[in-house]
Structures are given as C-alpha cells and as structure tokens.
C-alpha cells in the first residue's frame, strides 16, 4: 500500500468521539510525521482507516489534501459494483473537475458515490451521483445506512439491492 506522503486530511476531517474531537479540527496528536501516538493504543476509526486513494491506488490528484475529498468504499456487491462515500473538506469539493470527472468515470462502470458534509450539527449534505443508474435511493437514507454498519443496515442495502436489480453487498 503507498504511503500518505503529506496528506494529513483523514486527521483533521472526521469527528472521533473517543478523542473529543468535533469534525474539520486538528486532532491533538498530529505531528510532522503524521500522528504522534502511532506505536499506542488508538480509537478503531484510527488504526483501521484507509481511504480509497492509499488503499486502490487512484490517481495521485485525488489524494485528499489535494482534491478536497476523502473517499472511502462501503459495501461491495458482488459484480464488483461499489458505493463510495466521498467526504468534502468543504461543501463545493464535488464540484472540481477532478472529483467530478473521476466520479463520472466510475459511474459509467456502475459504481455509486454518495457526497456528504458534514457540518456542525450533523451531515449538511448528501446527495448521490449517478441516480439515474440508481433510482430510488435517497441520499439520506443511503447516509444512514451507510454510517451504521449494523446488521440492520445491510439487510436494508440487501432489500435496496433487490428491488433494483443489483446485487446484494457482502455481509462485514
Ligand atoms: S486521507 Fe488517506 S492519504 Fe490522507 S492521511 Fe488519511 S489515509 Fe492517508
Ligand atoms: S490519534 Fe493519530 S491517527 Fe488518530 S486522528 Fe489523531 S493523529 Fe490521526
């Protein structure tokens, strides 16, 4: 997996409860180096995240302290189409012509993004790109789903996959 090189984004962008930090602040713990307390115990979301640009090797204008978004995938069905949810750094971030353009170019391939910012009391935005491949979904209940990846979470993209035709994500 390529390295982070200078992007610090994910640190900054989500809000992590365990370390009282709201979203789009400096968490505490970031150093030159990337995170101070690399080698302890950290939160879940810290030790386990990997965005879309490090982990699948996208075009090197996507990192996130680049293009403004940190993309991460969600659930994966079983003909390979994905849903990426894609976290603006700011409101517009969906808008450039590097973001759009990727997005469009996996769309065509079947894949859905799903855009959110998050503001001070909660997602400000959410909307889908590439609703006409996927009728019927609302922006916000795919958020929901999404951001709690309970059981009854998957069995709602399960049925949404059902009644549109597309395939069931894999379960975890
Ligand atoms: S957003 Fe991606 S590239 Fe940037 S620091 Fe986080 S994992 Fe690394
Ligand atoms: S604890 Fe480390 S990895 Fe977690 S948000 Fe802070 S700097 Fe980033």
């Not at 079983?78 to 769309?107: C, H, M, S, T």
């Not at 859905?112 to 609703?131: K, M, Q, R, S």
């Amino acid at each position: 997996m390529r390295d982070c090189g200078e992007c610090q984004v994910c640190c900054w962008l989500y809000c992590i409860p365990e370390l009282d930090k709201p979203p789009r602040t400096n968490c505490k713990h970031q150093c030159a180096s990337g995170c101070a307390i690399h080698e302890q115990p950290r939160p879940p979301i810290c030790t386990d995240f990997v965005c879309c640009w490090k982990k699948l090797d996208w075009p090197e204008e996507l990192r996130p302290d680049k293009c403004h978004v940190v993309f991460s995938d969600c659930h994966c069905g079983k003909n390979g189409r994905r849903i990426f949810v894609a976290v603006q750094a700011n409101p517009y971030a969906r808008l450039r012509r590097d973001v759009k353009g990727w997005a469009e170019q996996l769309a065509r391939r079947g894949h859905l993004f799903l855009f959110t910012y998050e503001g001070e009391e909660g997602p400000e935005y959410a909307g889908l790109f590439n609703e006409r491949l996927y009728p019927g979904c609302s922006a916000q209940a795919l958020l929901d789903i999404v951001t709690s990846l309970d059981s009854g979470g998957i069995q709602q993209v399960r049925d949404w996959h059902a009644r549109h035709g597309g395939d069931a994500p894999d379960a975890g």
